[in-house]
């Protein structure tokens, strides 16, 4: 047993005033259902993973690489087809409800009500992973400040959670807010060299207010988000066209700068192997 599974054993059943820690293991051919009550779930995979079907919907199979929040008073059939090990971070109604209004107030769009409705998987990242470590370290950890380090880091890993729940509706479904109408600005016109500034202006807002308003939601800047956009594009059409096509179409005039921006962004050389 390594040091990290150890830790996990020794957490699980820690309990603050923010949050709560279980931590199971299952073996293979492993069958349920529970069900969620008061709390909202954070459900990682340590190892393995969890075929789940939830309130009667369509299976989905998830791994360490994903996570799921959980909404209350969820019905869930849980299937194991090798060993698992799964962490839970239950978290308090009024540290999400405190976080989800200021988060819905910021980002305009009411996170408590799509909190409610539905289960939301997601890649996991960074953050989630970095502070779920930490918790279930401090959590194991014999010092005086222990729940308030706990609930801090409760806080912290809240507020990931739903920034990025309120990010996923926004783009999938709400179309007035006007980050969505700037993505889909951006989707339309790559080949027309479209600018950051033109788009703010578009939709009324000052550039300073857009580029912070879109930063807090999406996690980057509009002009990472729109090169990100245009390299994707850039891909797929350096399929069937040739560099030089690609680089004009998408509005990069100078064609080296376009390869070494690519290969950078991209992290390999993949456009330097091109023929221009």
């Not at 308090?92 to 009411?110: G, H, P």
Request: glycine share 2%; proline share 3%; net charge negative.
């Amino acid at each position: 047993m390594d040091r990290f599974d150890r830790q996990l054993e020794l957490a699980d059943g820690i309990e603050t005033e923010y949050l709560r820690i279980l931590y199971y293991t299952f073996e293979k051919n492993y069958k349920d259902t529970y069900k969620s009550y008061e709390y909202k779930r954070l459900c990682t995979i340590v190892d393995g993973e969890k075929n789940v079907r939830i309130n009667n919907g369509d299976n989905i199979i998830y791994d360490s690489s994903k996570y799921m929040l959980l909404p209350p008073n969820s019905s869930v059939e849980m299937k194991i087809e090798k060993p698992t090990k799964a962490l839970v971070l239950e978290l308090n109604e009024d540290l999400i409800n405190t976080v989800s209004e200021k988060l819905s107030y910021e980002l305009d769009v009411d996170l408590n009500k799509s909190i409610l409705e539905k289960p939301f998987f997601n890649e996991n990242n960074e953050l989630i992973e970095l502070t779920t470590k930490r918790i279930v370290e401090t959590a194991t950890k014999d010092t005086n400040n222990k729940e308030f380090l706990l609930d801090l880091y409760a806080q912290e890993i809240t507020y990931s959670l739903l920034n990025t729940k309120g990010a996923k509706d926004i783009i999938s479904s709400d179309f007035n807010n006007p980050i969505n109408s700037s993505i889909q600005i951006m989707k339309g016109n790559l080949k027309n060299n479209i600018t950051v500034s033109e788009i703010a202006y578009d939709l009324n807002m000052s550039l300073p207010s857009f580029s912070s308003k879109f930063k807090k939601i999406m996690g980057m800047t509009p002009n990472d988000y729109l090169t990100n956009l245009k390299l994707n594009e850039a891909a797929r059409l350096l399929k069937f066209s040739s560099v030089t096509e690609v680089a004009y179409d998408l509005g990069y005039e100078n064609i080296s700068h376009f390869l070494n921006y690519s290969a950078l962004k991209c992290q390999d050389s993949w456009a330097t192997h091109l023929t221009v």
